[in-house]
């Protein structure tokens, strides 16, 4: 599934780079201008930085856990969306859509996930 922003994020931004599928925004309105989906409740108010579910792969396929949870200051700020879970395959599959030009690696798999 795809993780998601809570209302403790600080907007330090620090995550923004770190995430290889370019799944988070600064708001809410940024991602909906970009034509990408948040999940429901999600950064309403445009006070805090948010990930689109469309994007988010969890970072399967790129690195062995999510980037943004691993750089953010605040814990328990960048957490698993259960609106939208999803099966390893089927992030694997979604980061090579996501990402045609880069080599996706199907044991890059954070054991966190939860389909
Ligand atoms: S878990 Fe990975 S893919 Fe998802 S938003 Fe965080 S950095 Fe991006
Ligand atoms: S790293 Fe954490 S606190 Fe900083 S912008 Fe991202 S989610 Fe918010």
């Known amino acids: 599934m795809a993780l998601l922003i809570t209302e403790e994020c600080i907007n330090?931004?620090?995550?923004l780079p770190e995430c290889p599928n370019e799944a988070i925004f600064e708001t809410r309105s940024a991602?909906?201008?970009?034509?990408?989906k948040v999940s429901e409740g999600?950064?309403?108010g445009d006070t805090v930085?948010?990930?689109s579910y469309e994007r988010c792969?969890?970072?399967?396929?790129?690195?062995d856990e999510p980037q943004c949870a691993?750089?953010?200051?605040?814990?328990?700020?960048?957490?698993?969306d259960p609106q939208?879970?999803?099966?390893?395959?089927?992030?694997?599959e979604k980061a090579r859509r996501l990402n045609p030009?880069?080599?996706?690696?199907?044991?890059?798999?954070?054991?966190g996930v939860r389909g």
Do not use: M, R
């Open 42 to 44: 999600q950064g309403e």
């Open 70 to 80: 691993a750089v953010c200051p605040v814990d328990d700020c960048c957490v698993p």
């Open 12 to 15: 330090c931004g620090a995550c």
């Open 84 to 92: 939208h879970p999803e099966s390893v395959e089927e992030l694997l």
């Open 31 to 36: 991602a909906e201008a970009a034509g990408c």
């Open 101 to 111: 030009d880069k080599e996706i690696d199907p044991n890059k798999v954070w054991s």
């Open 57 to 63: 792969t969890e970072c399967v396929g790129h690195f």
């Open 49 to 51: 930085y948010v990930i």
